[in-house]
């Protein structure tokens, strides 16, 4: 502490010599107050806050191993959107959640956002404040990246993203609560053009720790994607199997339907004359072909003309 309070009494000094000596009587006589402090010591008063709120968190974006490249993508867009991200290596799929928080603790980060893929189909997307807590995992559907969408939105590089909610984030619980880990993770509220990423989060659970503990709150609506596409092979099995039916029960009424028979349908057929069967004892004469078999072709008798 005593070297950091000289240089900065010694940047003073290039300065002005009337505010350097205001500001070093001032010091001297908060130290003289103190008591604490030796005479020749500098105490620098801490600064005073504005009242305004800036985000210094670190965020932890990275993703478990499997994922495709739409993924990829998405995970750059929200680093590149986020210049308080940091980055790390894939994490491996059979690694605990848990490990995630010494990660960020080694990293320096206090939030994450980890993409979990499975079955390299589902993705998953958790928020988290690390190590604390709460924690909110999501399902990511219908993605679009910024490279797809081209809006016609424009930011500097580095400055922070915005995030604009509605009413009914302020009326559920759970949804206040996502608001908040949203803006400490990402920024404050506010509203301008769209640049994009678009993606649909759909909320599973959300945990009171960080990346698991007590649940705090359960979407009672939501679907896993296993099950969806169980249901999906389900109905175009039974479209099928109707199908089927429908063709069964087609041909039982062509058999049970009988045709009657038209007595006047055989009346102007008239019986065909019987031929008498022939018998031929004699083979058939052969046939000679009034080619000659000798005679040499055109080319051939051209070169003996010209001989």
């Keep these: 502490p005593r070297i950091a309070s000289k240089m900065v009494a010694r940047k003073?000094?290039?300065?002005?010599?009337?505010?350097?000596?205001?500001?070093n009587k001032k010091a001297k006589r908060a130290g003289n107050e103190s008591g604490g402090t030796a005479p020749n010591e500098y105490v620098i008063p801490a600064p005073v806050s504005q009242g305004k709120w800036k985000n210094k968190e670190r965020v932890l974006v990275f993703?478990?191993?499997?994922?495709?490249?739409?993924?990829?993508?998405?995970?750059?867009?929200?680093r590149t959107l986020m210049p308080h991200s940091k980055a790390d290596t894939k994490m491996d799929r059979k690694d605990k959640l848990?490990?995630?928080?010494?990660?960020?603790?080694?990293?320096?980060?206090?939030?994450?956002?980890?993409?979990?893929?499975?079955?390299?189909?589902?993705?998953?997307?958790?928020?988290?404040?690390?190590?604390?807590?709460?924690?909110?995992?999501?399902?990511?559907?219908?993605?679009?990246?910024?490279?797809?969408?081209?809006?016609?939105?424009?930011?500097?590089?580095?400055?922070?993203?915005?995030?604009?909610?509605?009413?009914t984030f302020d009326r559920e619980p759970h949804y206040a609560l996502l608001k908040e880990l949203f803006i400490q993770i990402i920024e404050e509220d506010a509203s301008l053009v769209e640049i994009g990423p678009r993606f649909v989060l759909n909320l599973i659970k959300i945990f009171q720790g960080s990346f698991g503990g007590p649940t705090l709150y359960e979407n009672?609506?939501?679907?896993?994607?296993?099950?969806?596409?169980?249901?999906?092979?389900?109905?175009?099995?039974?479209?099928?199997?109707?199908?089927?039916?429908?063709?069964?029960?087609?041909?039982?009424?062509?058999?049970?339907?009988?045709?009657?028979?038209?007595?006047?349908?055989?009346?102007?057929?008239?019986?065909?004359?019987?031929?008498?069967?022939?018998?031929?004892?004699?083979?058939p004469e052969t046939k000679h072909s009034s080619k000659k078999k000798g005679k040499a072709f055109k080319r051939q008798r051209k070169t003996k003309q010209r001989l």
């Excluded at 499997?66 to 929200?78: A, C, P, Y």
Aim: charged share 25%.
């Design 63 to 78: 993703s478990s191993r499997g994922i495709n490249f739409r993924t990829r993508h998405l995970m750059h867009d929200l």
């Design 220 to 283: 009672s609506h939501y679907q896993s994607p296993n099950m969806h596409r169980r249901m999906l092979r389900l109905a175009t099995a039974a479209k099928f199997r109707e199908k089927q039916q429908m063709k069964e029960i087609q041909k039982q009424r062509q058999e049970k339907t009988i045709v009657p028979v038209d007595p006047t349908e055989d009346v102007f057929e008239t019986p065909a004359e019987a031929k008498p069967l022939r018998i031929e004892t004699v083979p």
């Design 12 to 23: 003073r000094k290039r300065g002005d010599a009337s505010n350097s000596n205001e500001s």
């Design 98 to 167: 848990f490990v995630i928080n010494e990660v960020c603790e080694i990293k320096n980060c206090n939030k994450c956002i980890y993409f979990e893929a499975k079955k390299k189909q589902d993705l998953y997307m958790w928020f988290a404040n690390s190590p604390q807590g709460p924690s909110a995992k999501f399902l990511v559907q219908n993605i679009h990246t910024l490279a797809e969408l081209k809006m016609t939105g424009n930011c500097l590089r580095g400055s922070r993203p915005l995030l604009s909610f509605c009413l």
